[in-house]
């Protein structure tokens, strides 16, 4: 397992990609894709020599994500790539991460599995099994 990217919610994905190419230097990498199932939108966001970071905005329906990023968003989660989605999942559900949302197609992914979890210190994890990006510019 790892680290494949992390994860960033603000209130609209323009003003995002903006500030973390001003501020930081990172160039938008996709499209924007709607996720139907997980009610946000998102891009990919990338810099050489660094990891990528995927910035999600709510979408209508999606009131807890709306609700963090009328508190300022911010980190949402940290996301590992693995060989099998399912398979990690139960290994890490064993080592007692709590699974919010078991494996479905990321629209993101090409419709690959993702899936999520809860560890410890209330960090929210995202699983892959894919480097595939759908809308790559």
């Known amino acids: 397992m790892v680290i494949d990217h992390i994860s960033f919610a603000v209130k609209n994905l323009e003003e995002g990609i903006s500030y973390w190419n001003r501020v930081f230097g990172y160039r938008q990498l996709t499209n924007m894709v709607v996720n139907s199932l997980q009610k946000v939108k998102v891009v990919f966001l990338g810099k050489e020599n660094s990891i990528a970071v ?5 979408v209508e329906g999606n009131l807890s994500l709306q609700n963090f990023v009328n508190r300022g968003g911010g980190f949402h989660h ?6 099998d989605v399912n398979e990690k999942l139960n290994e890490l559900s064993d080592k007692g991460l709590l699974v919010l949302v ?11 599995e993702i899936a999520f979890l809860l560890a410890r210190y209330g960090l929210n994890i995202e699983l892959i099994d894919t480097e595939e990006r759908h809308g790559l510019l």
């Open 78 to 83: 940290i996301c590992f790539k693995c060989s």
């Open 54 to 58: 995927k910035l999600i905005e709510p």
């Open 102 to 112: 078991p494996p479905q197609p990321g629209e993101a992914f090409n419709n690959h």
